[in-house]
């Protein structure tokens, strides 16, 4: 009997049956496709390697705004689509069942169904028991239905990557993050893009600033959007697919053509097949698997982890979940799950990438919240590298708790970190303030932030009246100490605000 059986090979299947392993556990690994899941062979690795091929393409366009004149750019679309799926082998080849046993996990390949609380059938022949279980089987895309979509055919995040000449028109039928950045990727290397969502907004998760933002970049881009809008039909005309909309708010309707049409509406769990209901696990593709706070199901011996949940479907979360099934599951301890810090981001440009709560959701619930923000063309790095598209801004309590963080630009993801690490260890914006950031980095947004709050900590207090009297500067500014005005404008801000000065790093 197998101290551990993990259903899934995905990120966090993987790094759970891994971590258990090698703590001493005997571990079985259950996988029916590709080991390394979604985000190694469909999502997180081919589509950013072809938002770079992308991004690779829009900066030589861009080239003459840095004195550099070039002949505009020749997409082979076959040798980006090689590149795509070269790198994806390489991901594939690190992650396959060689390196697994390696570490003691015993690898199975079938599709699994439970036969009782401690046994799974793998292909209704092969039984393999277990004391503890972890589901992990991921999810795969929505298809709306939509009246002529089954005739017209389409493409999702799997089909995509068969691709082998760029679509002249696509058209993209939902908002989210992989919508947005399939649509921006494939407008810049040569397709017309229309994009359609029942949404009022892109990437409906962020601030309505956020996604205005957003949209306007890829509208400058060539992207048509239609948002709030109903598809109510697909058909072939004149070789091309036809989607039909209708405008939720108005009933005002129209038709978006294209040579192909991508599906990014949603996602559902996989949970058909694994015969649940006989160990007491609830269960459904449109909400996942219900588990309590310690990932744990209905079931004593079963836990559950990823896309499978339907809650966060980001690698890094599943990451995190494996993490704290480990910690239950292996370890025997009592570990809590907590989504407060969890960081995502849409690799579009402008970059966007948040944490915590939205400016929205912080008004709401902390009624005291105070709102920090900069923006790029204030950031010496962004303007030295012509990069001054874009904002920040933190909410966070009158003490400096950091409540959540929003970044809209040149490295958006990597500036938010810092912002993570401080709510993952309960550091205050007086901290990042107190931290010394390299000059001149983009990490400077942090800075600017965090010095925004360090200069209104004080601000008013009896201690900062008291300073100023004892030092002498509580003096007006208009009048010298010989009583003469000054003549100009007011002194410059000081370098710890974030300011420029004459001695700086490299």
Not at 52 to 64: C, K, L
Not at 84 to 111: C, I, M, P, W
Not at 390 to 403: D, E, H, N, Q, R
């Amino acid at each position: 009997m197998y101290d551990l059986v993990v259903l899934g090979g995905g990120s966090g299947g993987l790094g759970v049956a891994t971590a258990a392993a090698q703590f001493g556990a005997k571990v079985a690994l259950i996988e029916k496709n590709e080991l390394g899941g979604e985000c190694t062979h469909s999502a997180c690795v081919p589509s950013k390697a072809l938002i770079e091929a992308a991004r690779m393409v829009h900066a030589v366009r861009s080239a003459d705004r840095y004195g550099i004149r070039v002949a505009p750019p020749e997409v082979d679309f076959s040798a980006v689509m090689a590149r795509v799926r070269a790198v994806v082998d390489e991901f594939a080849g690190s992650g396959n069942g060689d390196s697994l046993r390696a570490n003691g996990v015993d690898v199975f390949r079938g599709a699994p169904a439970f036969e009782a609380y401690d046994t799974v059938l793998l292909d209704g022949k092969t039984r393999i028991h277990g004391q503890r279980f972890v589901i992990a089987t991921g999810s795969r895309a929505a298809v709306p239905k939509i009246p002529g979509l089954a005739e017209v055919g389409h493409l999702d995040h799997v089909s995509l990557w068969n691709l082998t000449e760029l679509p002249k028109a696509l058209v993209v039928i939902g908002a989210g993050p992989s919508g947005i950045e399939f649509a921006q990727a494939f407008a810049r290397l040569g397709s017309k893009v229309t994009v359609l969502a029942d949404s009022d907004q892109i990437l409906p998760r962020e601030d309505r600033e956020v996604s205005d933002r957003v949209q306007a970049r890829l509208s400058a881009d060539g992207i048509e959007f239609h948002t709030g809008v109903e598809v109510t039909k697909a058909a072939k005309r004149d070789g091309q697919t036809v989607c039909s909309w209708r405008k939720r708010v108005g009933g005002a309707t129209g038709e978006a053509s294209g040579s192909h049409l991508l599906i990014a509406t949603g996602r559902l769990a996989n949970v058909e097949g694994l015969n649940l209901e006989v160990v007491g696990v609830h269960a459904d593709p449109e909400h996942g698997i219900e588990v309590d706070e310690y990932l744990l199901t209905r079931s004593s011996r079963i836990y559950a982890i990823g896309d499978v949940l339907q809650k966060h479907d980001f690698t890094h979360a599943a990451e995190r979940e494996a993490a704290v099934v480990f910690q239950n599951a292996v370890l025997r301890l009592s570990k809590k799950i907590d989504y407060s810090a969890l960081p995502w981001a849409t690799f579009v440009d402008p970059e966007v990438a948040t944490v915590g709560l939205t400016e929205a959701a912080a008004l709401e619930q902390h009624p005291d919240v105070r709102v920090f923000r900069a923006n790029y063309d204030e950031l010496d790095r962004a303007r030295i590298d012509g990069r001054t598209e874009g904002f920040a801004k933190v909410m966070a309590t009158p003490a400096g708790k950091i409540l959540g963080a929003t970044v809209v630009g040149e490295q958006a993801s990597l500036i938010l970190q810092e912002f993570v690490v401080a709510m993952e260890n309960g550091l205050t914006l007086g901290d990042l303030a107190a931290t010394i950031h390299t000059y001149p980095t983009y990490s400077g947004m942090a800075q600017k932030l965090a010095n925004q709050f360090a200069a209104t900590r004080h601000e008013g207090s009896l201690v900062q009246t008291a300073l100023k009297w004892f030092l002498g500067f509580n003096k007006p500014r208009a009048e010298s100490e010989n009583g003469t005005e000054h003549v100009g404008s007011e002194v410059e801000p000081s370098v710890a605000a974030g300011g420029h000065s004459d001695n700086h790093g490299h």
